[in-house]
């Protein structure tokens, strides 16, 4: 899956809080769902689950201790790139780069922090609202793996399938960089 391809998100916006807990509160990802993407993230090879130190209890946290590839983003959460939060909500916050965060968010699947908007971190945290079915879970698996690569993990699994990392440019994009910066 690249970032051209993704599809918008069906229907409107979930209702979240602007304010601490940033919450999503319609909209909710079936317990089915929520447990098959947490599943998905800690499936990844190296990634440790933990309590989350920056979220509401019961959210669990993602943590990369030995990244295979050098971060694509600052740590600014002591190591922490992502966490699922509990099942009354079933949202997760992710560390992505700014490109592929404005698309998602253009495209429907999440929104900025709210402490992104008060201009308190970088715009590389974003909501993404939980999956309500089987297409939406495809896209936050998606979603997961590439901030998992951008927080430096592995870009493959273990049995050779290339994860998805949105922040990769596509064939046509690098040579149309390449095109512009020749002429």
């Not at 009354?88 to 592929?100: F, I, Q, Y």
């Not at 429907?108 to 909501?127: A, S």
């Not at 998992?148 to 994009?173: I, K, N």
């Amino acid at each position: 899956m690249q970032l051209n391809d993704l599809p918008a998100r069906r229907g409107d916006r979930p209702r979240t809080t602007n304010s601490a807990p940033h919450t999503q509160l319609s909209q909710n990802a079936p317990i089915e769902m929520q447990e098959r993407l947490l599943e998905h993230a800690l499936s990844l090879s190296g990634v440790r689950r933990a309590p989350s130190m920056v979220s509401v209890p019961g959210a669990v946290a993602f943590f990369l201790d030995r990244p295979d590839n050098e971060p694509a983003l600052p740590d600014i959460f002591r190591g922490e790139w992502g966490h699922i939060h509990p099942a009354d909500d079933g949202s997760l916050h992710l560390n992505l780069p700014t490109r592929v965060a404005d698309k998602l968010i253009e495209l429907g699947w999440g929104e900025y922090h709210y402490v992104v908007t008060e201009g308190l971190i970088p715009p590389i945290v974003i909501m993404l609202y939980g999956p309500r079915d089987e297409a939406e879970l495809a896209v936050a698996c998606a979603v997961v793996e590439t901030a998992y690569v951008a927080a430096g993990g592995a870009t493959q699994t273990d049995d050779g399938r290339m994860l998805a990392a949105l922040h990769r440019e596509t064939p046509s994009e690098s040579v149309g960089r390449a095109a512009s910066s020749s002429g």
